[in-house]
């Protein structure tokens, strides 16, 4: 079965942190660009962070030096590490898979930065 299930997201207060998980399974894990995408209320969804098949990196310039996102591909698993939150980090947060020829996503994650 093909999937992606995203796991570690809850409620933190601003300043705090939060790692977030993506596990993959059916898919050739190493062949994929992985990425966090997130949503909140009222608005469109947006990239957060990207990782290449070869390692490189891509952020957003909202969590630039504040979000790390790294892989497993031993463990089909991608993580975002997310330090110094803010409240306007609130949002769903989605896992992406994709390849020149397929895109997948995961159901979700919601992440709550308040106090």
């Known amino acids: 079965q093909v999937e992606l299930v995203e796991s570690g997201g809850g409620l933190v207060q601003p300043g705090g942190s939060l790692r977030l998980s993506c596990a993959a399974s059916?898919?050739?894990?190493?062949?994929?660009?992985m990425g966090w995408y997130r949503q909140a209320p009222g608005k469109e969804r947006e990239l957060v962070a990207r990782?290449?098949?070869?390692?490189?990196?891509t952020y957003a310039d909202s969590v630039k030096g504040r979000f790390t996102i790294s892989r497993d591909n031993a463990k089909s698993t991608v993580y975002l590490q997310m330090n110094s939150l803010k409240p306007e980090d609130t949002a769903v947060y989605y896992c992406?898979?994709?390849?020149?020829?397929?895109?997948?996503w995961g159901q979700g994650t919601l992440v709550t930065v308040s106090s």
């Open positions: 992406n898979a994709r390849t020149g020829v397929r895109e997948l």
């Open positions: 059916g898919i050739a894990f190493s062949i994929y660009v």
């Open positions: 990782i290449t098949v070869g390692g490189r990196t």
